[in-house]
């Protein structure tokens, strides 16, 4: 905000930095806010030379400030601009493409896309609904344990999420059901710091001569 304040009531300031930057590109603009926005076009007032890539299904941040108007709005900003859909998906299959273009069509306002893949076919997509995260969790698990024992080993697997609190209760469930996993971009929920300590209050109330859990315990209390 203060950069942008000083691009506006500084000219001189304003004209070094545009003469630095001769094209300007903005990836996942469809994230961006509203100063955000401001700064994009300040910088580009003489020369217009701005291209940038999102998309405005996939606004996912508007708890930060971000506007997906940003994009929709972009050409209204930039009449003479050429508008390029990237509608081939290089990572899913059909069935799944087939799915999201139907919510996509039921939007009111955005950009008409019809996604499409050249993977083929691999079955229908499954929609389930759970009141409870725990009883997600056992879906998910026992749907693990069904496709192990029709031989499909654990490590093609995959449980994708979007928030790394989503995977507690799977985590919890894997465990329980003694499923060995692996998580990715991030911490095992058993490795995490708060559930090694409660855990180590757990073995010393089964076990008060556990020295390991001793030694994390008494590292919580001040002055030890």
């Given amino acids: ?14 004209d070094k930095i545009r003469n630095r930057f001769r ?11 509203r100063i955000q926005r401001e700064l994009v076009e300040t910088l580009a007032t003489e020369r217009g030379n701005v291209m ?3 998309d405005d299904a996939q606004s996912i941040y508007a708890f930060r400030g971000a506007s997906f108007e940003n994009i929709l709005r972009f050409p209204e900003t930039y009449p003479d601009c050429r508008i390029v859909k990237i509608e081939r998906n290089y990572r899913s299959k059909e069935d799944i493409l087939d799915f999201s273009n139907d919510i996509v069509r039921n939007f009111r306002i955005g950009y008409r896309k019809n996604l499409f893949s050249r993977l083929g076919a691999s079955g229908r997509p499954a929609v389930m609904r759970f009141f409870e995260p725990e009883n997600e969790a056992e879906w998910i698990v026992s749907k693990v344990i069904e496709l192990r024992e029709k031989e499909i080993p654990l490590n093609r697997m995959a449980v994708l999420y979007r928030s790394a609190y989503h995977s507690n209760h799977i985590q919890t469930e894997l465990t329980r059901r003694s499923i060995p996993y692996v998580v990715y971009g991030g911490i095992r929920f058993a490795e995490r710091r708060h559930v ?6 757990l073995r010393l109330s089964s076990n008060p001569y556990d020295a390991p859990a001793w030694n994390r315990v008494l590292k919580l209390l001040p002055g030890i």
């Fill in 1 to 14: 905000e203060v950069f942008l304040a000083f691009l506006r009531t500084r000219p001189d300031f304003a």
């Fill in 23 to 33: 094209y300007i590109m903005v990836d996942e603009y469809q994230d961006t806010n």
């Fill in 52 to 54: 940038v890539v999102g």
């Fill in 196 to 201: 090694k300590d409660i855990v180590a209050y």
